[in-house]
């Protein structure tokens, strides 16, 4: 079975720092391109980034680059987020999420964790 | 960016009936148009992937249609637990945006 499992929310300060982990079993983790996700309280979604298999290839949404790299660790079958210069609109559910294959969609969702950025 | 324009925002219709849900892209996208339900508080579900096929599980009252710029989300014979928010997707460039949702109601 699938599972993806997020860690690493909490309450920041802006201007703050914070890793998301997101580890992932039930599947060959180096193979799959991996995503964030997020979702502002009762907002839509936003696609955040996502990185390819072997880690070589990034892309970000502009509201968060230079500020947020994603990473992954084959060997721990975990992706992160390491968000820095945090700001309220960063406030957020963050998701990871496996991209399919030819499909480029997302099957499977971890629960989330939220990040409530705020002094 | 490609934009995504979903509509409309919000839909109320009754049990039984049958909606559409329209999403346009500002650019062609082929047919890298996905769509998702979410239930509140959970994650989203992918309902269908490659604007037209079904992902697996999903019931059949679900389908999609279209290709380029202009996609539809049909919901037919809707079910109670029909009535959540529905996103679509486009992945054919990043950033793999969203629309910005619809939620259909009971009316």
């Known amino acids: 079975e699938v599972q993806l499992v997020e860690s690493g929310g909490g309450l920041v300060q802006p201007g703050g720092s914070l890793r998301l982990s997101c580890a992932a079993s039930?599947?060959?983790?180096?193979?799959?391109?991996m995503s964030w996700v997020r979702q502002a309280p009762g907002k839509g979604l936003e696609w955040v980034a996502n990185?390819?298999?072997?880690?070589?290839?990034?892309a970000y949404v502009d509201s968060v680059k230079g500020r947020f790299t994603i990473s992954r660790d084959n060997a721990k079958n975990s992706l992160y987020l390491q968000m820095n210069s945090l700001r309220a609109e960063d406030t957020a559910v963050y998701y990871c999420?496996?991209?399919?294959?030819?499909?480029?969609?997302?099957?499977?969702w971890g629960q989330g964790t939220l990040v409530p950025v705020s002094s | 960016d490609i934009q995504m324009t979903q509509s409309p925002s919000s839909l109320s219709a009754s049990v039984g009936d049958t909606v559409t849900i329209t999403c346009r892209a500002s650019?062609?996208?082929?047919?890298?148009l996905n769509w998702y339900q979410q239930k509140p508080g959970k994650a989203p579900k992918l309902l269908i992937y490659?604007?037209?096929s079904l992902q697996s599980g999903v019931p059949s009252r679900f389908s999609g249609s279209g290709s380029g710029t202009d996609f539809t989300l049909t919901i037919s014979s809707l079910q109670p637990e029909d009535f959540v928010i529905y996103y679509c997707?486009?992945?054919?460039?990043?950033?793999?945006?969203f629309g910005q949702g619809t939620k259909l109601e009971i009316k």
């Open positions: 999420a496996r991209l399919g294959g030819s499909s480029r969609s997302y099957t499977y």
């Open positions: 039930g599947f060959t983790f180096s193979t799959y391109w």
């Open positions: 990185i390819k298999e072997d880690g070589s290839a990034k």
């Open positions: 650019q062609s996208i082929s047919n890298y």
């Open positions: 490659a604007a037209s």
């Open positions: 997707q486009q992945s054919n460039s990043t950033p793999f945006t």
